[in-house]
Structure formats: structure tokens, C-alpha cells
């Protein structure tokens, strides 16, 4: 009896002693991942706070290097404020700064060149890389300028049957290639004063084969129309191109205008030769203003209707777009004259020395003295001028090229 209690005894204590010893492990183990969740979570708050300090840290950083980047824009910010004043005093209109770049239009324009949109004019295939970027025409550029001047014609269209025929707008004052570039080198000789290192820059009318349209698109002020016009948001497509390339690192205004042509065809439907029947192209072999100016042969007689309106270049386009008929402030400054030229009977009579008087400085002249002759015996016989005989009598005496075909031409299409 007393060796099974003693057995007993034992195997109790025993048991006790395990469990007590599974209890111990049990908290020392329970303690342990305590301390061990107590670590991480101490890692985890640590990190947390670190990320948020450099989080704060590069926040900081930014908003300093952007108030930095605004300090140092501020000045530019404000000479270009003081160039944009320069060029209105001269009568010019402000319309922004650029990139130099322009190869997203490029390609554009590459496809109306092989669509052979560009006639005759092969000089247009010239020169590509200053058409897809500006540093071709000036190494140092950084900055386009782009500027315009105002021209737009107090008539409308359609015109009246007794009112004679036109001259382009833009070729109704003195040579806006030169006019404008003076304007601009006066105004950016000025500005360069103002500036505490010199810059390189170079003024562009015409005379740099930029895509003017397309650098002007980017100011965000217009957009380019149906009409292949550049479109000023307020003051319509009556606008003369511009540009100053220059060295200044000005900050650019691009944007990308809200407005467009939307399902208006008014251009295309008024264009009397059908050079607009694709959207936001013209075949130059279609256009009044090709035959009118660039054309150094005869004229295919089924474009003599135009010439009977317009006997230099074209207005239609601009005329009857929408854009034109609510712009404002869009006039010739007033600095600007206008030119009185002579009647078509003298224009097609006119010899070397009247042709210098006549239009000596003018746009007018791309045309050459036979280009105006012939275009002036055209609308004469289209509006059937009552000395057409007489100019046709006086022009039979010389012999150059186009005039004696255009004679032909018109003893044939009206049985003279």
C-alpha cells in the first residue's frame, strides 16, 4: 500500500513539474514574441517616420527649386514684357515665344510636298531641316518670338459688278517683308540695350523658310483653318507672319488653341478655282494667287473668272471666313499708307520705267513687269474694258513672253 501511494506521490509530482515547466516555457516564449512584435512594430514606426521626414524633405526641395525657377523667370517674364511693348509701338502684333521645333508639322508638310500640291514653286523643296527646326537658320536659337501685323480690307464679298478688279490685301502698301523686318530689328536693337549680356538673334519675314503657320499654332493664340490660314482667335487670318530667333532662353507660351473650323466649308465653297476642296490643304496648281503671282507663263483660260476679281493674288478664302467677320482691331495700323496704283489700260501698257514708278517696293513685284501686264490684259477682257482693243494694239508691238501667248489667247476666247 505504501509503495503505490509513493508511485502515485511521484507521478504527481511529476506532472506538476511538467506542466509548470510547459507554463514557464509557455511565458517565456509568449514574452519573447511580445518583445519580438515590440521590435518590429518599433522598426515599422521608425521607417514610417522616415519615409515621411523624406517625404517632407523632397516636398521641401521641390517647392524651393520651383520658388528658385520662378525668382529667375521673373526677370525674363518681365523683358518680355518690355520686347512685346517695343513691337506694338512699331505697330506689330505680340503673339508669343515658341520652341524652335517644328517637326510634329514637318511631316505634314513633306506629304503636300510629294502630293505635288506645290505646283511649280520647287524652291519650296529647299532647305527642309530649317522647316523641321530653326537652329538650321540660326545655330544658338533657343527661343522663337512669333509676331504679326494687322492688314485686314475694309470690302466685302461678294463684290459689286461695277467695282473694278482687286489686289491682294497684303499688297496694297509698301513691301511687308521689309516693312515688318525693319519694325522688328528696331524694336529687338532697342531691347538688346536693356540686356546685361549680348544674345544672337535673327528676324525671319519670308525670308528664312520657317513653317511660320506652324510656329504661330503653338502660341496657342489661333489655329491653322481650312483655308491653310493661321487663324487669330480675335483677330481673324488678316495677319502677316513673323519671327525673332534668338539666344534668350524666354519661357515658352505654348498651348493648343480651343477654337477650330469646325463643319464651317464657307472657303471652300467661295474659292472660285476649287484649290480648297480638301480640308486644311490647298493645291497651290488650283489657286488664284499661283497664277496671279508665281505663274511666269500664259494662264490656262479656265482661271481667267478670277483674275476678272482679283488680277494679283486672292482675299476669298479670308473674306467670307466667319473668324474675319467678328475680328476686331484688325486694321492696317494707320502709320501704314495705302498706295494708289494706276488703271489696268496703263498697267498693261507699262514699261520698264513705269513699272519701277508704279510698284517699286511693293509685293507687287514678285509678279515681274509681264506677270502684271498680262494679268491686267486678263481682267480687261474678262470685264470688258472699253480700251481692251487699244491695250491689245499697243502690247501686239513687243514680242516677250507671256504677253504675245495672253493676246492669243484672248483674240481666240472673245473673236477679236
Not at 511687308?176 to 519694325?183: C, F, I, S, V
Not at 503653338?218 to 525673332?244: D, M, V
Request: with cysteine.
Amino acid at each position: 500500500m505504501k509503495l503505490v501511494l509513493k508511485s502515485l506521490a511521484e507521478a504527481v509530482v511529476d506532472l506538476v513539474v511538467v506542466e509548470a515547466a510547459e507554463a514557464v516555457v509557455d511565458l517565456v516564449v509568449a514574452e519573447a514574441e511580445e518583445a519580438v512584435v515590440g521590435l518590429v512594430v518599433a522598426d515599422v514606426v521608425e521607417a514610417v517616420v522616415d519615409l515621411v521626414v523624406a517625404e517632407a524633405a523632397v516636398e521641401a526641395v521641390a517647392e524651393a527649386e520651383e520658388a528658385i525657377a520662378e525668382t529667375a523667370t521673373r526677370p525674363l517674364l518681365y523683358q518680355l514684357k518690355v520686347l512685346q511693348d517695343l513691337l506694338e509701338r512699331q505697330g506689330l502684333v505680340f503673339l508669343g515665344v515658341v520652341s524652335p521645333d517644328t517637326s510634329d508639322d514637318f511631316q505634314k508638310y513633306r506629304d503636300w510636298l510629294e502630293a505635288g500640291n506645290h505646283g511649280n514653286l520647287f524652291y519650296l523643296e529647299k532647305n527642309q531641316d530649317c522647316r523641321r527646326h530653326a537652329s538650321a537658320a540660326l545655330r544658338e536659337v533657343h527661343s522663337v518670338i512669333v509676331f504679326g501685323l494687322p492688314y485686314a480690307p475694309s470690302e466685302i464679298w461678294p463684290m459689286t459688278l461695277e467695282e473694278p478688279a482687286r489686289v491682294a490685301a497684303y499688297a496694297r502698301f509698301s513691301d511687308y517683308h521689309e516693312l515688318m523686318k525693319k519694325a522688328a530689328e528696331s524694336a529687338m536693337s532697342e531691347w538688346e540695350k536693356l540686356q546685361s549680356a549680348p544674345s544672337h538673334w535673327r528676324v525671319a519675314v519670308d525670308t528664312v523658310p520657317l513653317l511660320e503657320r506652324a510656329l504661330a499654332r503653338k502660341s496657342g493664340t489661333g489655329f491653322i483653318g481650312k483655308n491653310t490660314c493661321f487663324i487669330h482667335e480675335q483677330r481673324g487670318s488678316f495677319l502677316l507672319l513673323g519671327e525673332i530667333l534668338t539666344s534668350t532662353p524666354l519661357p515658352f507660351s505654348e498651348n493648343e488653341s480651343d477654337l477650330n473650323c469646325g463643319s464651317c466649308t464657307l472657303c471652300q465653297v467661295e474659292c472660285p478655282t476649287g484649290a480648297l476642296n480638301k480640308d486644311y490643304q490647298i493645291d497651290s496648281r488650283k489657286c488664284l494667287s499661283y497664277w496671279t503671282i508665281e505663274q511666269r507663263g500664259p494662264i490656262p483660260e479656265e482661271f481667267w473668272p478670277g483674275v476678272g476679281k482679283y488680277w494679283f493674288g486672292c482675299d476669298i478664302c479670308q473674306l467670307v471666313c466667319p473668324y474675319n467677320q467678328e475680328s476686331k482691331n484688325s486694321q492696317l495700323p494707320s502709320s501704314i499708307k495705302l498706295n494708289i496704283y494706276p488703271s489696268l489700260f496703263e498697267i498693261s501698257v507699262m514699261n520698264e520705267a513705269q513699272y519701277e514708278k508704279y510698284f517699286g517696293g511693293t509685293a507687287l513685284t514678285r509678279a515681274k513687269r509681264n506677270g502684271l501686264r498680262r494679268n491686267a490684259l486678263i481682267a480687261m477682257a474678262v470685264n470688258k474694258d472699253p480700251r481692251l482693243k487699244e491695250a491689245i494694239e499697243l502690247s501686239e508691238k513687243d514680242s516677250e513672253s507671256p504677253i504675245l501667248e495672253t493676246l492669243d489667247q484672248i483674240k481666240k476666247v472673245y473673236k477679236l
